[in-house]
């Protein structure tokens, strides 16, 4: 079983609509969780940071449920930019190396 | 406030020789982490540096890879005797190592094996 898995998309949707991505992880013990995007395989950007209580930036909404080692990421009114792949990043207890989901691709379309 | 750099951006090697990445991590960040992407796959993390030191190397393959953070100077990695299989965009992160958990990568480096 991976580590972090996603569901690879690709997802296509019209601009305006809303869209979630759902992640799940393996390891109980990880304590920090983030969503990246990446275009193009460029480099991976930070999009936000996820924390328990959910966070909410923009248009953007992050939610951790760690009882399911479940992650998701809801984007609303989606724009032509929004198109890239999402990362699913995973940090373990103790270690500060980051793992990746493999990523769900986005394509938003006029 | 420059990001993380990293050159070369492209390195074209023939297959047994060196290759050289060297990365600047963001103004004060004393944290440097290397990734590598293969083709059609996730970033698999490689190796964690402060200055001077190894912290974590779990992820370097056990042979022709090493990587450096000296005092002075960017991080390097180092892969000798290059084969196809190595050909990958190679990714360096910084963090400031207290504060929080965000990594910044910087814009790759993607080695071409011949």
């Known amino acids: 079983r991976k580590e972090v898995e996603q569901d690879p998309g690709p997802f296509n949707v019209p601009e305006g609509a809303t869209v979630a991505f759902n992640c799940t992880y393996s390891?109980?013990?990880?304590?920090?969780f983030f969503w990246y995007r990446q275009d193009c395989r460029k480099e991976p950007k930070l999009l936000m940071s996820?924390?328990?209580s959910g966070n909410e930036d923009g248009r953007f909404t992050a939610q951790l449920n760690r009882a399911s080692q479940y992650i998701s990421l809801l984007i609303r009114d989606s724009k032509l930019s929004d198109s890239a792949t999402y990362l699913c990043?995973?940090?373990?207890?103790?270690?500060?190396?980051?793992?990746f989901g493999s990523g769900t691709r986005l394509q938003v379309q006029p | 406030n420059a990001g993380v750099m990293q050159n070369p951006r492209h390195l074209v090697r023939r297959r047994g020789q060196e290759a050289r990445l060297r990365c600047s991590p963001m103004k004060g960040h004393s944290h440097v982490y290397w990734y590598r992407q293969l083709p059609e796959e996730g970033l698999k993390f490689m190796v964690y540096l402060q200055k001077e030191n190894i912290i974590d190397e779990s992820g370097m393959p056990k042979e022709r890879f090493s990587a450096e953070f000296p005092k002075e100077g960017p991080s390097i990695l180092r892969i000798q005797q290059v084969v196809r299989g190595d050909s990958a965009a190679y990714f360096c992160?910084?963090?400031?190592?207290?504060?929080?958990?965000?990594?910044?990568f910087g814009p790759g480096t993607r080695l071409t094996v011949l």
């Open positions: 390891n109980s013990a990880s304590q920090s």
């Open positions: 992160a910084s963090s400031p190592g207290t504060g929080g958990d965000e990594q910044f």
């Open positions: 996820v924390y328990s």
């Open positions: 990043v995973v940090m373990g207890t103790g270690r500060r190396a980051l793992t």
